[in-house]
Nanobody
Framework: DVQLQAFGGGLVQAGGYLRLSCAVS????????IGWFRQAPGAEREAVSWISSSDGSTVYADSVKGRFTISSDNAKTTVYLQMHSLKPEDTAVYYC??????????????????????WGQGTQVTVSS
């Protein structure tokens, strides 16, 4: 079965750090790029970051640029999201998702959640002020 399992969420004070993990199974890891999305209560889902399976290139939303870092461990078929200097506005459920590689060659397409093939269950991140 295809699974993307998100781990690492929790409660942290403003300015703190968390690392999220997305463990992938059930499909060929090298065939898919991975994106991170988040959804705050009452808000629409927001694209946060993306990493290429082919060359490791990365993209970040303006709201997290300079604070978050996405990375991939091919041997463990796991993608990470390091979140530094967390702010209360980062509070959300964070989801990882897989998209067939090549789709994101179109500029901006990494943010289009409708294009992603598989989704994880999400992990809650809460940042207190």
């Amino acid at each position: 079965d295809v699974q993307l399992q998100a781990f690492g969420g929790g409660l942290v004070q403003a300015g703190g750090y968390l690392r999220l993990s997305c463990a992938v199974s059930g499909f060929r890891f090298a065939d898919y790029d991975i994106g991170w999305f988040r959804q705050a209560p009452g808000a629409e889902r927001e694209a946060v970051s993306w990493i290429s399976s082919s060359d490791g290139s990365t993209v970040y939303a303006d709201s997290v640029k300079g604070r978050f870092t996405i990375s991939s461990d091919n041997a463990k078929t796991t993608v990470y999201l390091q979140m530094h200097s967390l702010k209360p506005e980062d509070t959300a459920v964070y989801y990882c998702a897989a998209i067939l590689n090549g789709i994101t060659n179109i500029p901006g397409s990494w943010t289009a959640e409708r294009l992603y093939d598989y989704w994880g269950q999400g992990t809650q991140v809460t940042v207190s002020s």
